[in-house]
């Protein structure tokens, strides 16, 4: 399941809410934030520190993700997956060993810009921030990143391609939206 929305939307936060909750329902869970499965400093900013298409289009390593992470855990799987990929503090491999997965775990992926991009998904959970708020909320230095939402909104239309959507404009009041397989 991915948790997607931009950075203000607190993805990761809401994934391990959930995370938290699931073993009550008798099901284990595994969160692995995207954040972990970007690419190494050289591909992701080939094109400078600030270039909101390559945040939009380079960033994440969806190849990666999916054989390391969303493979094994999906149908067939080995049920050992890798947490994190890259250090992206150190701008190197992680070299972190394979966890096992409790069996029949609920795989909880957050980040931003998740969808459209070919991730094996069973189900897409989206934290939709207006761009408004996104620009209210966004810090001036990472203001930068705004038109690569922008793109996203446009291209992918995020909101209409997930199964339940959380309008995140207020963080104190979110608005579950329900579409998709949920939406009936």
Known sequence: MAVDGP??????????????????????????????????????LEHGRTDPDARYTDWLD???????????????????????????ARDRASRLP??????????????????GVGLVLDVVVHLRVSPAARRRR???????????????DDEVDPAGLADAVVLADHPDRPALVLAGRFGG
């Open 138 to 152: 966004t810090r001036p230095e990472d203001a930068w990143t705004l038109p690569a939402f922008d793109r996203y």
């Open 62 to 88: 969806v190849g990666a993700l999916n054989r390391e992470v969303l493979g094994p855990l999906g149908p067939g799987g080995s049920g050992e997956y890798l947490p994190v990929l890259w250090d992206l």
């Open 7 to 44: 950075e203000v939307a607190a993805p990761e936060q809401l994934a391990e809410a959930v995370a938290a909750r699931l073993p009550a329902l008798g099901r284990g869970a595994v969160v692995v934030p995207a954040t972990g499965f970007y690419r190494p400093a050289s591909l992701r």
């Open 98 to 115: 394979r966890r096992p997965a409790p069996p029949g775990a609920v795989v909880l992926v957050p980040g931003a810009l998740l969808q």
